[in-house]
């Protein structure tokens, strides 16, 4: 068996589904019966792109073969996870660099201008980092 994509179908068969190659190679009338849970902006990007770089990375050698298609599987729940871990030290560091940054500033413009900036990041995290809906966003962007 091959690692990484291997071809458990072969001939016109396995172009059925697409090829890794390219993307939109699949054929037109296909429909996942159980597509990717929706969830934020970022978490949605790293997903849809870190099989390709963990492949890339080598990573595909510390995993199992599937028995069944003998392809390498990668659960988005684990992806999740790691996003969540990420996502959660960036909310931290924010608040607290806030703070750290106001308290060495003596100009009240200069003070203005610094929370200013860290309302717009908060916000921008705030869209990109969760699942928040745009009352949301603003409701805890303005308090």
Not at 1 to 7: S, T, V
Not at 45 to 54: C, M, N, R, T
Request: a positive charge; glycine letters at 4%; aromatic letters at 10%.
């Amino acid at each position: 068996m091959q690692r990484g994509y291997a071809a458990a179908l072969i001939d016109e068969d396995a172009r059925i589904w697409g090829s890794p190659v390219e993307a939109n190679s699949h054929s037109s009338d296909i429909i996942a019966l159980c597509p990717r849970t929706k969830e934020d902006i970022i978490s949605g990007f790293v997903a849809k792109h870190a099989i390709s770089v963990l492949d890339c990375w080598g990573w595909s050698w510390f995993k199992k073969l599937l028995c069944t298609h003998g392809v390498v599987e990668y659960k988005d729940s684990t992806i999740f996870k790691i996003t969540y871990l990420f996502t959660s030290i960036v909310a931290s560091l924010i608040s607290v660099t806030s703070i750290i940054v106001l308290y060495r500033i003596d100009s009240t413009k200069a003070r203005l201008g610094v929370i200013a900036a860290f309302n717009i990041l908060m916000t921008l995290c705030l869209v990109g980092m969760t699942k928040a809906q745009r009352s949301d966003v603003f409701t805890i962007t303005t308090a």
